[in-house]
């Protein structure tokens, strides 16, 4: 056995023997992330077929004032997001011990609260919008189309906060992939309505209407498979309790805490760069990080499959707050190792060949768009390496620990930015980005090794388990990237299309021989193939019966 393919599993135990609450826990992994990720790459595929489109027709101007628009809803929804990590973790406690009353407790004060908070922040943004469109320095040509564009985003986005409640049950009982198919079904809908829209003038006010249509899809359909499929699901405010807002005060404050650093980490490069250098620097930015940051939407499956999924496995035991036999732990390593591998396959290829991609993607690159592409794709790879702590601390009641990642990140941004500046002598796309780079990986170095402490796992085994078969994809990509660029470098847009094309079927295969044969062992080879003919088996019949007779957790 190879030093990559060492046994994951703390304190030698077999990664194959689960028992109990670990075989339902598994089975929903298996078809939750499998189906999960299905969903993350069509909605991929999705989003980089927008851009190209939107751009030709409404401009860089109109694109960045969008891409700042998102920028604000972030912020905006970071106000209620620490909510939902309280619905997936209590609803897993709550299911697995049978106290569907405290679940629809929680449901409901939480739907009331996060209501009641939406509305006024709704109303603080429209009473002063005008002022921070001003402030990004939004063309006066398009400031009212702008302002419109807002109002009916964030209304439509703060909505949906509230009404998730539906998701976050679903998810909270294992049945990711029901909320996932609704997903599917609301941004294919959404495409084709931005498609339509933009392409017949209605520019920026046509991106706002095809996102209103999504999130009406999405909160209604959710909510009539929460009710349908959970059968014990109550919602009403009779059910609201003092108890339930305790819990996502406490819990949920924490969580709330660490998703506003996290957001001002992955914006603050804009955040500057619009009123700094201009609001054209936000579009190249949003443009470099576009790829990267969609691979984050394939591995983000990983990550929500493991909150619930620790919840489930430590029930809110202080005693065993690893699980019966030390599930969590073993839970956190073999996820770690599989998100990593997903991660790095994605990333490396992107921070190899940044260059042809963008040509064959937009037709031209803009300026140092390939270097911030490039460095965006590894930052994307190292900060997926904490999701699996994130998530799992989380999931056993330790929300607090996140903030030994984004806590650091905060202060190694606020050295490296200005660093940037007086290095460089002048503020700069360039500089921005590879200030928060190097702030992301250091913090994330940090933070896995607090999680490997908290969790009991040795670097030495974290190392060859975990971070060691990440560096095969990018020596991989490395032999393909000289090639791509070379083919690239003097190729129409077209052109560039077809060796990208060949370029990522090549990687794709080389890659899957090279995991198979020098990466995976016996057993995770065996696994992966029989998940697989499973999956496909299931796909045939969904398609050729309309049905098909699987378990869910």
Known sequence: MSAVSQPV???????????GHETVVREALTRNIGRDAAARVGYLLTRLLIPPFVLVRIGLAAYSVWSAIFILVSYVGVSTMGISAVYIKYTAEFTASGETDKA?????????????????????IALDLHHVLIWLRVPPAILA?????????????????????????????????ETQGVWVISYLAEMVLIFVLVGTGHGLLGLAEAFLVRQILSIGLNAFVAFRTLPWLRISLRRLSFDSLRKLIGFGGVVQLSAVLGIALGTIERVIAAPLIGLTAVGIMDLSDKWP???GGVVDAFAASFLPAASYLSRGRVDKPFGDNRAVPRLYLRGARYTHLTSASICALLAASSGPFLIAWLGKSYVASAYLMTIFAVQQNVNHMTAPG??????????KEELYYSVPNILMALVMIPLSRLVL???????????????????????IAHANRILRVPWKRYLQSVAAPGLVPYVVSACLSIPAWRLAEHATRWQAVGVMAGVCLGYSLILAIVL??????????????????????RLFAAIWLGESNERTA
């Open 516 to 537: 198979d044969r020098m990466v995976l062992d016996a057993d995770e080879r065996n696994w992966f193939r029989s998940v697989v003919r499973r999956e496909t088996s």
């Open 9 to 19: 599993a703390p304190e030698e135990q077999p990664l194959n023997a689960p028992t």
């Open 293 to 295: 940051g969609m691979s």
């Open 104 to 124: 629809n407790s929680l449901l409901s004060t939480g739907l009331f609260a996060t209501g009641a908070v939406c509305a006024l922040i709704f109303a603080a």
């Open 425 to 447: 002598g002048h503020w700069s796309v360039w500089g921005l980005g590879t200030a928060v780079v190097i702030a992301t990986i250091t913090s994330a170095t940090f933070f």
């Open 390 to 399: 994130t998530s799992i601390l989380k999931g056993i009641g330790r929300p």
């Open 145 to 177: 189309e702008a302002q419109l564009a807002v109002i009916i985003v964030i209304g439509t986005f703060l909505s949906a906060l509230v009404f998730g409640v539906f998701a976050q049950a679903l998810a909270g009982s294992q049945k990711i992939a």
